[in-house]
C-alpha cells in the first residue's frame, strides 16, 4: 500500500499516487502519472509537490492503458515548477501513433517562467468559494496563495462557472461508461489475467473479471454499462454530454475576462486512509475542482501553498487556456520559491525525512539528455502508466 510521506497513516492522493509520494520522499527526481479527474493534480497536492495535467492532445497517450479516453491525459510530477517545465518539454509535442495527439509546435516553458506575474489576471470562481465540504484551512491558505500573487503584481478577477455544481455527475456518467467500453478488452481471451477456475466460455469471463478487478473498478464498470445500456443511453450519456459542453463553455466565457484560474485543487488535506472507503460517494466528491478542467480538456496545474493544522501540505490548482501551459507555469513558478508556507522541506508527520527544497533536484546535465532518454524508452516498446518515475 503506497502512504503519504507526510504522514503514513494518510493516503497520498490517486490514482497517481505512488508517483507523488516517491517524489516527495525524495526517491526520484521526477515523475509522470495518468490524470483522468485529477490523478496527477490531487496526490501532488497531498503529497506537497508540483503536479500538471497538460491541454488535452498536448502529450501522447500512445502506451498509456485507456480509462475514460476523452479524459485522460499524461501529465509530470516534480519537485519544482522548473522541474515539471523540463520534464513537459520532454514529452510534450504531436505522435502520429495517438489520433488525439495535436501538431502545434511546443514552446519553451523553462524560458516562460521568467516572465513574472505583473498585469496577470487570476480569475477566482464564486462557486468554488462556496463549495460544500471544503476545508476552512484550505480555503485560507488557497486565499494567502491568492494574496501572494496579488502582492507580485498579479489582479484578481471574480468569475463565475454556473454549471460547475454539475461537474461530479456528469463525471460520473461519462468516465465509467468510456471506461466499461475501454475494459471490456480484459476479459482473460487475448492477454492479461485469465481465471484458472474452470468452466465454460462465460463462467471464464465471470471469474477473470470478477479476479482481476477490484471492487470501485467493478462498481464504475457496472454504473458505466447501465448508463451505455438500450434505454438508457440518451437520459444518462446523452445527457451529461450535452453538459459537458456547457461547461466547455463555462471556460470559453471565464478566459474571456481572465487569464488563469485559481481555487483548491483539493476540499480537504489528506485523509486516514480507509477513512472513506465506505462512502464512496464522499469519496468522488474529493475531485469537484479538479474534474471540469478534465471535462473541458483544459490545462491545469496544482502548487504547494500551505499546510494544514496537522502539517499536512495544502495544493492550490491554476487553470489555463487550452495549450496555454506556460502561463500556469509562469503563475506558479513565484508561488512556488516563496514564503515560508510554500517550502514542504522539513521533516513530517510520518516521520520520513524528506530532502531539503531546491529551485530544481536534477542537473542541467541531466535534463538535456533526458528527452532523448525517454524516446529510446518509448522505441523500445515501454508503456507510460500512472506510476513512472525518473
Not at 497513516?9 to 490524470?35: E, H
Not at 515539471?84 to 495527439?101: E, F, I, K, M
Not at 483548491?264 to 485523509?271: D, E, H, K, R, S
Not at 478542467?293 to 496545474?301: R, V
Request: glycine share 12%.
Amino acid at each position: 500500500m503506497t502512504r503519504n510521506p507526510w504522514d503514513t497513516d494518510c493516503i497520498p492522493g490517486g490514482s497517481s499516487g505512488g508517483s507523488a509520494a516517491a517524489l516527495s520522499a525524495g526517491m526520484c527526481l521526477g515523475a509522470l502519472g495518468s490524470d483522468t479527474g485529477g490523478s496527477v493534480r490531487q496526490p501532488a497536492a497531498h503529497c506537497g509537490v508540483v503536479g500538471l495535467k497538460p491541454t488535452y492532445g498536448r502529450v501522447s497517450r500512445f502506451g498509456l492503458i485507456a480509462y475514460a479516453s476523452s479524459l485522460d491525459q499524461i501529465g509530470p510530477f516534480g519537485r519544482s515548477v522548473g522541474d515539471v517545465a523540463r520534464l513537459l518539454q520532454a514529452v510534450a509535442g504531436h505522435d502520429p501513433d495517438d489520433s488525439t495527439s495535436v501538431p502545434l509546435p511546443v514552446p519553451d516553458y523553462s524560458a516562460a517562467l521568467a516572465g513574472g506575474v505583473q498585469g496577470l489576471r487570476v480569475g477566482i470562481p464564486r462557486e468554488y468559494a462556496a463549495s460544500e465540504g471544503l476545508d476552512p484551512e484550505v480555503g485560507a491558505a488557497v486565499e494567502a496563495a491568492v494574496k501572494t500573487l496579488e502582492s507580485l503584481g498579479a489582479v484578481r478577477v471574480e468569475i463565475s462557472l454556473p454549471h460547475t455544481r454539475y461537474a461530479v455527475a456528469v463525471y460520473y456518467v461519462i468516465a465509467p461508461s468510456e471506461a466499461s467500453s475501454n475494459l471490456a478488452r480484459f476479459d482473460g481471451v487475448k492477454y492479461g489475467l485469465r481465471s484458472a477456475a474452470s468452466g465454460d466460455l462465460m463462467q471464464m469471463y465471470r471469474h477473470t473479471r470478477s479476479e482481476g478487478f477490484g471492487a470501485e473498478v467493478r462498481r464504475r464498470i457496472l454504473i458505466g454499462t447501465y448508463c451505455l445500456s438500450a434505454g438508457y443511453y440518451d437520459a444518462y450519456y446523452g445527457k451529461a454530454s450535452q453538459v459537458r459542453t456547457l461547461i466547455v463553455e463555462d471556460f470559453k466565457k471565464a478566459f474571456e475576462a481572465c487569464d488563469v484560474i485559481a481555487c483548491p485543487t483539493a476540499p480537504t488535506p489528506a485523509f486516514r486512509i480507509g477513512e472513506k472507503i465506505d462512502d464512496p460517494l464522499t469519496m468522488y466528491l474529493s475531485d469537484i475542482f479538479t474534474i471540469s478542467a478534465n471535462m473541458a480538456g483544459i490545462p491545469a496545474l496544482s502548487v504547494p501553498c500551505g499546510f494544514s493544522g496537522r502539517g499536512l501540505p495544502i495544493g492550490l490548482q491554476l487553470m489555463g487556456k487550452h495549450f496555454n501551459e506556460e502561463t500556469l507555469l509562469r503563475a506558479a513558478h513565484p508561488m512556488r520559491n516563496r514564503g515560508k508556507v510554500l517550502s514542504p522541506g522539513k521533516m513530517n508527520r510520518g516521520r520520513m525525512p524528506l530532502p531539503q527544497r531546491q529551485e530544481s533536484l536534477v542537473s542541467s546535465d541531466l535534463w538535456e539528455r533526458l528527452p532523448a532518454a525517454i524516446k529510446e524508452t518509448r522505441t523500445g516498446g515501454d508503456s507510460i502508466n500512472s506510476g513512472s518515475v525518473i
